[in-house]
């Protein structure tokens, strides 16, 4: 079987295309984290603003709810608050929440609650701010940039360990109101649990995130044409080519690439700072 990690990122991958997964789940993410990318693992590098570069962010548009329940395989049922609990070894008839079996192995069900998008704005200015820092020899090529986060109010994300595994959440919800599966996110506690490989709940998450770097391909010109970096010999520096910071400038996509889902890395176990 995967382990909970893979099952995750393969579930998340095309709903959330273009966009890493963090992982451990409580990991903080935030736009201007530098990471540092070693041996399949990233680590945390600081921020930019550490390094001299200042970012303007603005607001995206994320839905407000995300839900994913691996096509249904994830089958849910759901009880009201003051409901019938006949059928549910768990829940008392005062609780609000639902049931939940497993259909297939390795399978995913996602639910996260008030999300919110926070991005980099001027793209050409970070664009040009990793050239100068690069020739400058503050950066390098196994740093990566946090450009965009999705942060959740809160958050479910349960995973099967095998075919036939299951749960139940309690859930805070009003008296008589019916449940949808975006409500699993709220207040929610796992209270019975068999087979499962992943149980996470969370408040103030940052479940989702964009990196950049330099890009290879621009690298690697930039050595065949200037060589070594050369930042300065002597007493005076030598100032960062102008073609540089014009292909910065009119083309950032040439200079700075996003990292791909098939290039995710997660953190290592405890905080990543």
Request: with cysteine; glycine share 8%; aromatic share 6%.
């Given at each position: 079987m995967?382990?909970?990690?893979?099952?995750?990122?393969?579930?998340?991958?095309?709903?959330?295309?273009?966009?890493?997964?963090?992982?451990?789940?409580?990991?903080?993410?935030r736009v201007g984290h530098v990471l540092g990318l070693t041996a399949g693992v990233v680590r945390?590098?600081?921020?930019?603003?550490?390094?001299?570069?200042?970012?303007?962010?603005?607001?995206?548009?994320?839905?407000?709810?995300f839900t994913y329940d691996a096509n249904g395989s994830?089958?849910?049922r759901f009880k009201a608050a003051g409901g019938s609990a006949q059928g549910f070894?768990?829940?008392?008839?005062?609780?609000?929440?639902?049931?939940?079996?497993?259909?297939?192995?390795?399978?995913?069900l996602v639910v996260f609650h008030g999300l919110t998008q926070t991005g980099v704005s001027d793209t050409v200015g970070l664009a040009g701010a990793l050239v100068r820092r690069y020739?400058?020899?503050?950066?390098?090529?196994?740093?990566?940039?946090?450009?965009?986060?999705?942060?959740?109010?809160?958050?479910?994300?349960?995973?099967?360990?095998?075919?036939?595994?299951?749960?139940?959440?309690?859930?805070?919800?009003t008296l008589g109101a019916p449940l949808r599966l975006a409500d699993l996110a709220t207040d929610a506690a796992v209270v019975r649990r068999s087979f499962l490989g992943l149980e996470w709940v969370g408040r103030d998450v940052t479940p989702f995130y964009r990196?950049?770097?330099?890009?290879?391909?621009w690298l690697g010109r930039l050595r065949e044409d200037y060589g070594p970096?050369?930042?300065?010999?002597?007493?005076?520096?030598?100032?960062?080519?102008?073609?540089?910071?014009e292909q910065a400038h009119d083309d950032p996509d040439l200079v700075?690439?996003?990292?791909?889902?098939?290039e995710q890395a997660p953190f290592p176990p405890g905080p990543a700072g």
């Open positions: 995967a382990d909970s990690y893979e099952v995750y990122a393969r579930a998340m991958r095309d709903p959330w295309r273009g966009w890493w997964v963090t992982w451990p789940l409580s990991t903080a993410v945390s590098a600081g921020t930019l603003s550490e390094r001299g570069i200042d970012v303007r962010c603005e607001a995206g548009s994320p839905p407000s709810e994830a089958v849910v070894s768990a829940l008392a008839e005062a609780d609000a929440g639902a049931s939940i079996e497993f259909h297939r192995d390795s399978t995913a020739w400058a020899g503050g950066w390098d090529d196994g740093l990566l940039a946090v450009t965009d986060v999705v942060a959740a109010r809160s958050g479910t994300v349960l995973a099967a360990a095998r075919h036939g595994a299951s749960a139940e959440l309690r859930v805070s919800a990196v950049v770097r330099l890009r290879k391909s970096r050369a930042p300065g010999r002597g007493a005076a520096p030598v100032p960062v080519p102008p073609l540089l910071l700075v690439e996003t990292m791909s889902a098939a």
